[in-house]
Each structure stands twice: as structure tokens, then as C-alpha cells.
């Protein structure tokens, strides 16, 4: 696929002497850092100190009506994620050849086959979602593809609204005020935030308490505080408690009516920004925190149900011919959805899966392969694919990943500020590509939906030359989307 162009919002360079374009980052810097935007170490980690967290100068160019399209459809993704969620035998037979060669994946499945069978305690379920997508342009003009869809420690509810105010801070220093409307309006925080208190007062009890389970160290602490702090904002006599899977086994009680006790406070709500990797689970000890979690009477955010329905292998099975009417009823929303599916492709071991290994030792350059992971950092691409399948060509392991047809966003310039990089450095322009996150809450009493919504927006962008975009995985750097009509508009 050819590569497309965009120009940026603003002509680059734009017109700064050195001295003045070295202030206008230090400055920018400042302003981030001073304004929630800091990250921790990883290398380095301290509780005390933060660096600024990584972003673009400049908003990236986006089209406006395939922004409004995602936005658009993010209730019916977060409806068709609770009905996949809800679907025993489809997970069951997304799943069956995964998790015979996927360990991680074979546990979580086996702890939600536990609960079932134990029955489920709370019928309530919580969703807060993230699809993300890029803009793809091709011979039908411009189109969004999804890369994947969240539903577990979705990120960047606050760091998403920072990115759009740290542009409409250089857009200002700049003096292009009449810039300032093309930068949507993003309220993520405060509608995630919103969910989880709904929540809380369904569980009806004042005196309970909300729990975010979270990482041993928290590198991206700002946009997990800035959610503790929104939620005291939106209701101050709310309680919110962070504990470790392991903090949660050895101080977390199940009482003979199943309540999660901790600290003495039932739990209504438990919100996990951790347990999406292997990593988070140092031993058993962690396991019996999670089954323990998933037995009780809290509202989880997410159950073990919509963390196993956004593994790639269901998003896989998905974009089967035939698949969506198993979900959805309305023949234009099920074409709706499948317009933003790429090409997803089994890897098992039959016919379809040797066409598409085929495919990808043929062309690895069209595609991108996946494991059944979160967080970034896990796709292969290029020669990684050619040589992860010729060492799982005959095995079960192939079964483990997926294959995705490689996205092609246009590309445009804009400069990468990184605190670790020198100011020099920065005056010099890269070309970058972005993706699109879109945050969805959905909240159910069975098949009952109380709370169906969009909610915001981040944007995550990085150097064309690499593969990987994960903010917390050191790749890709916070951006915004700068909305446009048509070219006139640049």
C-alpha cells in the first residue's frame, strides 16, 4: 500500500528563531509537568519524583468525520463486548485452542469456568473501554480500522484530556488562537469516573468502598491518581483504597455472604489497573487474590468475563463472516462495525491456519502478529514474524497468536518532546503516525443495560519508523487529535 501524506496543523518549521523554539519545549515542559502531566521511571523508579511524560509539540491532523464515525460507534462496540462477555460457549470456542498452548490465557479461563460453575455472585458488571483505531486512507477514500478493543486497565482517561490542553497551550503561545476550535472537546476522566460512582450506588451501601487494584510500582501514576481524585470531586464522601493482588491475599476477607472485606469496608466497586500480565502474577498467592475477587459480591471493573473477551482471539473470531448476527440484530449496525475491522486471521492448525501462515512468511511486511497480551510490546512484525512461525510451523503454539493485516495511517511531521532528550534534538521534525483511542462505559444488571455511553478520546502518537505505540511501554508519546474537513482547513 502506498504511503499517504498529511499536512500538519500548523506549516513546519514556523518561523521561531533556535533560542525561541528551545524555550517554547522548556516551557511546554513545565507547563505538562505542573499540569498532571508526569510519569515515573522505569529504570529509576521513585515514589518521589516524576518526569514529564512524553508528547507531541503539535496536535496530529485527524478527519473529522471518521473521528465522529468512532465516536459514533463506541456504544455499540462496548453492547457487543457485554453480549460476548455474557456468551459461554462462544468464549469457550474462541478460546479451546488458545489456552492449550497459552498458559496465562489457560489460567484466567480456568479461574472463570471456577466462578461459573460456583455461579456468579454479582450479576452487575462494569465496563470502561477503550477502542483503539487508526485512519486509514485508500482507494475508498478515508476510512478508521480498529486495532483493538480494551477492556481491561484501559488508560489515559486524564492524560488524554491533558494531551488536548498541552496543545491549546502551544497553539496560544503561538499566537494561532483561531486554531484553538479544531481540538475536540475530551471529558474521559470525568465520564469513566462517573461509571464507577453509578456503580457504587447500585452496590447501595454509603459506608462501602471502591477498589483499584494496581502494579506493584505505578510508572504512570498521574492518570491513575487523577481518576482517585475526579471520583472525590464527583463525590466526596467516596472511599477509594489501592492494594496489589498481593496486598489484596493477605489483607482481603470473603464473609459468608461473599462481601469483600478489606481495611473493615465491604467493597462495591473493584477497578483494575493491573492484572492484564503475566508479570502482575508473581506466584499463586496472586491467583487466589483474583479468584477471590471475582467469588464476591463487588462489582468488578472488569469480571473475568470482559477481560476474556478482549483477547485478541475472540476479536479474531469477530471479524468471521457471519459472526457479528450472533450479537447484534440490526443489519446496518452489524455493517457498521464490520467496516472498521481489518483482516484478523487463525493461526490454528487446519487449512485456514496454513493459508495464513503462508500469507504472512510470504508478505511479513503487510502484517502484524499477536499474542493473547496487553500493555504493549508483545506484536511481532517483519522478519520477527517469519521467524516466530518457522519455529511454530507444525505446533500448537501458532495457535497462541493471531494474525492482523498491517494498518497504513498517513503520515505527518510533527516534533517528539521526550524529558530525556536534548533540546537541540527536538528542533528537528519527524514523520510520526497516530492512533485513536475512544473510551466507552457500559454498566448492566445482566442483560439489563443501565449505562451505555462515549465518554472521550486519547491519541497516541510515534515515529513512522517504529512498530510498537505504547505510551508505558517507552514507544509512543501523548498526542491529540486536530480535526479537520478537508485539506482547506490545513
Not at 461459573?116 to 478515508?142: A, K, P
Request: one cysteine or more.
Amino acid at each position: 500500500m502506498m504511503m499517504n501524506r498529511l499536512n500538519p496543523c500548523i506549516s513546519i518549521p514556523f518561523g521561531l528563531s533556535t533560542d525561541e523554539f528551545q524555550d517554547l519545549i522548556k516551557k511546554t515542559k513545565d507547563w505538562t509537568l505542573m499540569h498532571g502531566g508526569g510519569i515515573r521511571s522505569k529504570n529509576n523508579f521513585s515514589s518521589d519524583s516524576l518526569t514529564v511524560v512524553p508528547f507531541t509539540l503539535l496536535p496530529s491532523v485527524f478527519p473529522k468525520n471518521e473521528f465522529l464515525k468512532a465516536v459514533k460507534i463506541q456504544p455499540l462496540l462496548n453492547e457487543l463486548m457485554h453480549k460476548v462477555s455474557r456468551d459461554h460457549e462462544f468464549l469457550k470456542s474462541c478460546l479451546k485452542k488458545t489456552i492449550e498452548v497459552d498458559e496465562f490465557t489457560r489460567k484466567l479461563f480456568t479461574l472463570y469456568e471456577t466462578v461459573r460453575e460456583e455461579g456468579i455472585t454479582q450479576r452487575m458488571s462494569l465496563g470502561l473501554l477503550r477502542s483503539d483505531i487508526m485512519h486509514q486512507m485508500d482507494e475508498n477514500g478515508n476510512n478508521i480500522k480498529q486495532v483493538e478493543l480494551n477492556t481491561i486497565a484501559c488508560g489515559f482517561g486524564w492524560l488524554g484530556i491533558l494531551s488536548g490542553n498541552i496543545h491549546r497551550f502551544v497553539l496560544q503561545q503561538l499566537g494561532f488562537l483561531d486554531k484553538l476550535k479544531m481540538l475536540p472537546e475530551n471529558n474521559a476522566l470525568q465520564g469513566l469516573c462517573l461509571a464507577i460512582i453509578k456503580a457504587w450506588e447500585l452496590f447501595n451501601d454509603k459506608n462501602s468502598i471502591v477498589l483499584i487494584v494496581v502494579e506493584d510500582q505505578s510508572v504512570n501514576i498521574c492518570d491513575q491518581r487523577f481518576h482517585e481524585f475526579e471520583l472525590a470531586l464527583q463525590k466526596p464522601e467516596l472511599c477509594v483504597i489501592r492494594k496489589t493482588l498481593t496486598q489484596v491475599a493477605n489483607e482481603a476477607k470473603l464473609t459468608h455472604s461473599k462481601d469483600l472485606v478489606i481495611q473493615s469496608k465491604r467493597v462495591a466497586v473493584v477497578y483494575y489497573r493491573s492484572g492484564y500480565s503475566p508479570e502482575h502474577y508473581h506466584g499463586e498467592i496472586e491467583w487466589l487474590a483474583r479468584l477471590l475477587i471475582e467469588r464476591s459480591t463487588a462489582i468488578k471493573c472488569p469480571d473475568i468475563q470482559y477481560h476474556l473477551a478482549g483477547t485478541k482471539k475472540v476479536q479474531q473470531e469477530l471479524a468471521k463472516t457471519g459472526v457479528l448476527e450472533r450479537f447484534i440484530n440490526d443489519p446496518n449496525e452489524v455493517v457498521e462495525i464490520r467496516h472498521i475491522f481489518t483482516g484478523l486471521f487463525s493461526l490454528d492448525l487446519d487449512q485456514n491456519g496454513d493459508n495464513a501462515v503462508k500469507m504472512a512468511l510470504d508478505n511479513p511486511e503487510n502484517f502484524v502478529l499477536k499474542p493473547q497480551r496487553e500493555g504493549g510490546g508483545n506484536n511481532l512484525y517483519n522478519d520477527e514474524i517469519k521467524e516466530k512461525l518457522m519455529s511454530c510451523i507444525n505446533s500448537k503454539e501458532r495457535s497462541a497468536w493471531i494474525l492482523m493485516e498491517k494498518i497504513c495511517p498517513p503520515v505527518q511531521q510533527n516534533y517528539l518532546i521526550r524529558h530525556e532528550v536534548e533540546s537541540k534534538t527536538n528542533l528537528t521534525p519527524c514523520d510520526v503516525v497516530s492512533e485513536l483511542g475512544i473510551f466507552g462505559i457500559i454498566l448492566c444488571d445482566g442483560d439489563n443495560i443501565l449505562l451505555n455511553e462515549q465518554v472521550g478520546h486519547m491519541m497516541r502518537t510515534k515515529s513512522k519508523s517504529c512498530n510498537e505505540g505504547g505510551v508505558n511501554a517507552g514507544y509512543g508519546v501523548l498526542d491529540s487529535p486536530f480535526l479537520y474537513d478537508d485539506s482547506s482547513d490545513l
